[in-house]
C-alpha cells in the first residue's frame, strides 16, 4: 500500500494532484481524433505569435514551447529560424507534432513528459504558452512561475495565449476561484485569466 503521510511540499502537490483528473490520459484521448473541429487542430500558428515576429520584437535564438500540442507553433517558430524545444504530456499530440515537422522538412527538439520534469538553466531566448497555463491547476502555479524564470535568459522573453476572463463562451475557461477548484475538484474545463490576475501571479 502507498504511503500515504505527507512529509514534502512535493508529497502536497502529489496528492493534489490526485484529486482531479489525470491530465496525461484525457490529452491523450483528445488528440486520437484529429478532424475534431478544434481551432488550434489547425496547423497555423497564433495570430499573436506572428505580429510579435513580424514586429521584431526579439530576434532569433533559443525557444522552448510550453504544450506544444500538435506542433503548429513549434513549426512556425522552427521555420522563423528559431532553434526550438517543444514539451507536451501526450505522446498523441508529440506524435502528430512530430509528423506535422517531417512533412516539412523542419527539426524541432520535442519532448514528451511534463514541463514540470524540464531541468533549464536559463537556456531560452524565448518562452511561449499556447493554452498551457490555464490547464496547470493553482497548486502548481508557483512552479510554473519559477519554470519560466529558471528557462529564460537574461533579457529574454515570455509570451503568452490563454483563456480569458469575460469571454461570453463558456468553452473558453472559467472564471472560478483557486479555492473553488479545490471545492469542486476541478478546472471546469480550463482556468480563465484578467490581466489583473495574470499580473498577481
Known amino acids: 500500500m502507498k504511503n500515504e503521510t505527507l512529509h514534502t511540499q512535493e508529497d502536497i502537490i502529489e496528492m493534489l494532484d490526485s484529486l482531479l483528473r489525470p491530465a496525461e490520459p484525457f490529452w491523450n484521448e483528445f488528440y486520437k481524433n484529429r478532424e475534431k473541429d478544434v481551432p488550434f487542430f489547425e496547423n497555423v500558428p497564433d495570430e499573436n505569435l506572428v505580429s510579435y515576429m513580424q514586429k521584431k520584437r526579439f530576434s532569433q535564438g533559443k525557444v522552448l514551447e510550453l504544450g506544444c500540442g500538435p506542433g503548429r507553433n513549434a513549426i512556425y517558430?522552427?521555420?522563423?529560424?528559431?532553434?526550438?524545444?517543444?514539451?507536451?504530456?501526450?505522446?498523441?499530440?508529440?506524435?502528430?507534432?512530430?509528423?506535422?515537422?517531417?512533412?516539412?522538412?523542419?527539426?524541432?527538439?520535442?519532448?514528451?513528459?511534463?514541463?514540470?520534469?524540464?531541468?533549464?538553466?536559463?537556456?531560452?531566448?524565448?518562452?511561449?504558452?499556447?493554452g498551457c497555463l490555464h490547464h496547470i491547476p493553482p497548486h502548481r502555479r508557483i512552479n510554473y512561475v519559477n519554470l519560466i524564470k529558471n528557462s529564460l535568459k537574461s533579457g529574454g522573453y515570455f509570451g503568452l495565449t490563454c483563456f480569458s476572463a469575460g469571454d461570453l463562451d463558456e468553452r473558453n475557461g472559467s472564471e472560478i476561484t483557486d479555492w473553488d477548484v479545490y471545492r469542486g475538484w476541478s478546472l471546469q474545463g480550463g482556468l480563465a485569466y484578467s490581466e489583473e490576475k495574470l499580473r498577481d501571479i
Open 77 to 130: 517558430l522552427a521555420n522563423e529560424g528559431f532553434d526550438v524545444t517543444a514539451v507536451d504530456l501526450s505522446i498523441e499530440g508529440i506524435n502528430w507534432a512530430k509528423e506535422r515537422a517531417l512533412a516539412k522538412g523542419i527539426e524541432i527538439d520535442f519532448i514528451c513528459d511534463s514541463i514540470f520534469n524540464l531541468e533549464c538553466q536559463n537556456d531560452f531566448d524565448f518562452v511561449y504558452d499556447s
